[in-house]
């Protein structure tokens, strides 16, 4: 079946689509293998499934092909029989939910009196109906149990396509006549797109009534493939085949059509030059990524593989034939990636790919039928004319291959992927001995027989972390040893420098202990899940009191809540889900940039996350950064922020404690590079519902996070639980470590929120928080996760005015200022128009600058003059108490400060600027106290040795701009136009 077929690529559908497995790839096995019983022989050629739905909606698999005589699958399945020679069969098989056995629902048949008729490709349709494609001789039946059956006539071999209900009932079927039909594909509006010897491709509607039709441009061709991609973005048909160039030379095409017209776009050609006998490919499925990126499959016993004339970058070495896999970029089919799908080890192997399919993370698995001796991922598959499916991510990465194992003759021509969890291969099988596909056996028999071998998670597979600590340990060598076992690696990070390198792979119970034996420390690699939830809770708060806290917990509500303005620039690194900001919603904040959104993804899964299947993937990060930032529900509006969102859910499910170490890993690189003396917080509202400390690499990123970065790190205490925060991953490092905040929720008397973690660092509302959603509209949001943003808007707004707080001075500044209600420290935001809140949110002195920017702590020079780190004509001091800005940046070298602005006969006004950091409005008048306790005072001076303290002589001291990092001060002087006389100011900040 062709990939763009697949049900998991229909977006707007009746189909429910949903993503059922966790945040990184599975590991999977063969777990069940049924073949055709009864007397006659029968090959299956195609296969589409279905995903199971909770509990309710079980996973199904249907597969197409041909039989002869007799054909029966299952232990309770009816048997059919066969009129004449071949007829088409239709299977429906579904899994029990609870044995999780899987057994024939229905059959289904194309009876041919006068030939052979073979099914060679099924599709789903948007509606859930079956759309099937193949072949009859002169005269074709297909029975219905509750109608008149429909006949089918052609001259001689005839194309047909027929509609049949997923309960088991042909619905309608027609004869194509002018062609072979090899391949079908079905895009999101129920259009079929054909393929096959006779025509290039061909498009009829969802009646099935004809479109547009493109008959095969030259001899020799053979059209094998086709796909179809799905949206406004995807409006594109892929054809693929073969033609010949010579006796002993057959090459592939793939060829691009526009939908709509059937227009050709764009022709490629893979070839191989080998002399002096040019290698023979062979067509082996093509399908569609998420992304639009075109996937081919080829085999090839060529070593100098080229598509449209660029050699492929994964080669043989060795003389066999090989299977390779293409990526195909939808603009001119430019080459992007390519992959050996093994690397045969000794001459004279053969792989044929027959088929592909592509999962909702770009996941490829390609169909294969191998002989000979096979390297992939440096683990040696011995075949002989044994089936497997070979699994490359979207990146190319090897994932897997998984192959069936016996001297009987078993091929794979078809896989479908109902998901990451689940896999089906079909093919045929004939021998006189047992095909193992896994432990799962298929019987012998001297006919040839269709199976349907199903992949899915073994029942004891866990996902783990396995740390190095040992530096002469290689990293390579335990991911190979992992490989060499079969387990699935989806995780490596090696910063050693860091005391972070780690592998998480998942393993089954057996694989895990042989690594153990061998000296390898393993732990589980623990699920996270966001600690919030939206939606308003029988007997919940009004939503407003959560912002009105911040500024007083103790009530009566005063229906507004007051934050501060800050001037210095924040930076956000939100480890969350993705940010949804096509609704403009943000745009309403101006102090807010949204820069990069970076998908923290292991091997197998998506590239971007998958907004287009589920529109509430983005929901939790969207909620989080409106209550930490966001217009009308944020606590941090009047805060410049920039916002790194780093995305540990790309598939909008659960995520692991190995995707937060990288993210918090990349997070430390990102701003040790970008914004090295910026203040930051780290936000983490997720967390495991498992007890179990944090693990050694965690640590590690987070010590890092701490001591070398200085971003203070804010995490959830958790939701699910009435335990204590301690007990989790990650909100135990509150406790452990001074700089990670863990944050409690409360409701509006001051209570903890039930069934939320116990013994955080600090409270903050957490009922019914007001909150943004996708849509930009009104939600609110209940947990740990609602008290965790409004904490952290509070750490930005205290970071700002205070950019040199450490991670350890930033708890400790919170901590300080708290609200003690309730026996809880609740985290506070002063009123700025409140007495006594400059002095509440001030928690800074020249010497924590001087400590944060590695000065002088005096701000001294040897010889007594003071030190101008930069350069740039303005002392260290100077540019803390009146530009605010980073002494180590040299700017524009200026060497005056106050500015005569406007002058009269009588009276002149000059301009100074002043720290925004320093500013406060009481500084304006007496006693002129800056926000550090320094006093700011003016002097005059007539011949610039003697001065005199003019502070109360001046008028309308007053706040009159901002300039970059400072604010701009005006003050008048009286002038006697009777005296002339030089005057001189001066500005001075002192004890």
Known sequence: ????????????????????????????????????????????????????????????????????????????????????????????????????????????????????????????????????????????????????SIALTGNGQTSFLALAEPTGEWLAARSIPGMELRALAIDDEGSVFVTGPGILARRYDAGFQEIWNIPEPADGLSSEYIAVGNGRTQPFVYVQGTFGQGANDQDVFVTQLGKEAGNQLWNIEISSNDTPAPGQEQAGGIGVGPQGVVRAAVSSDGSDLASGGVLLRDTPTTPSRHGHLLFLDPNEGRLRNDRLLGASTEPGGVMDTYNLDIDYAGNTYVAIGFTGSYSFKGAIQQGEEDAAVVVVDSLGIPMRFLDSNGNANATGFDVAAAGRDLQLLVGRVQGTTDELFGVRPVAPSVERKAYLAVLDPPADQQSYIINLPDPDQEVSAVVQSINQLEGEVYRVINNPDRNLR?????????????????????????????????????????????????????????????????????????????????????????????????????????????????????????????????????????????????NIYPDGNTTTISALIEAVSRANTHKSLNHSYDPATFCIASSSNTPGSSPAGLESAIDYTLTNVYATVLVSAGNNSNNSAADYTPSDLGVTRKGVICVGATNPANDRVPNTRTDPDLWAPGLNVEAADINGNLTTMTGTSASTALATGAALIYLSLNPVLTPADAETALDLSAQVAGGKRIVFVPDPSSPGAAEALNYMDYASWAFWYDLDSDGIAPNGMDTDQDGDGWSDKEEYFFLGSDPNLAGIPRTQNLTMVASSQSSASFEFSLSCLLYQDSTLFA?????????????????????????????????????????????????????????????????
């Open 1 to 148: 079946m062709i990939a763009a077929t697949r049900s998991t690529f229909l977006m707007a559908t009746t189909l429910v689509v949903v993503l059922t497995t966790g945040a990184h790839a599975q590991l999977i096995r063969y777990q069940a293998a049924l073949r055709s019983l009864a007397n006659g022989a029968a090959t299956f050629r195609s296969v589409e499934a279905l995903p199971a739905v909770g509990q309710e909606v079980a996973a199904r698999a249907f597969a197409a092909g041909s039989y002869s005589r007799q054909f029966r699958i299952g232990t309770d399945a009816r048997t059919v029989v066969s009129q004449n020679g071949e007829d088409g069969i239709l299977v429906a098989i579904e899994q029990d939910t609870d044995t999780k056995n899987w057994e024939t629902e229905w059959l289904l048949t194309v009876d041919c009196p006068g030939g052979d008729a073979i099914i060679n490709d099924i599709a789903i349709r948007p509606d859930g109906r079956l759309v099937v494609g193949g072949t009859f001789f002169n005269l074709a039946s297909l029975q219905r149990t509750q109608q008149q």
């Open 502 to 646: 780690l592998i998480s792979a998942d393993l089954t119970t057996e694989q895990a202990g042989e690594l153990a034996q061998a000296g390898i420390s393993l732990e589980v690699d623990r699920e996270l899940v966001p600690n919030g939830q939206v939606g308003d809770p029988t007997g919940g708060a009004p939503a407003g009191w959560a912002l009105e806290t911040l500024n007083n917990a103790f009530g009566p509500a005063s229906g507004t809540y007051c934050y501060p303005e800050t001037c210095r620039q924040t930076v956000l690194y939100l480890i969350d889900t993705g940010i949804d900001t096509s609704s403009g919603y943000f745009d309403g904040n101006p102090n807010l940039e949204i820069s990069e959104s970076i998908v923290v993804r292991a091997t197998g899964d998506p590239l971007d996350p998958l907004s287009g299947y589920d529109p509430m993937i983005f929901e939790h990060g969207t909620e989080m950064l409106s209550m930490i930032a966001g217009p009308d529900y944020g606590a941090a509006l009047g805060t410049p922020i920039k916002v790194v969102n780093y």
């Open 927 to 991: 006693p002129y106290h800056l926000r550090d306790g320094t006093t700011l005072s003016i002097r005059k001076s007539s011949d610039l040795q003697t001065w005199v303290d003019c502070t109360e002589e001046v008028q309308n001291l007053q706040k009159t701009g901002e300039e970059g990092s400072a604010v701009m001060i005006r003050f008048d002087s009286d002038i006697d136009p009777l005296v002339k006389t030089r005057c001189f100011y001066q500005i001075l900040v002192h004890q």
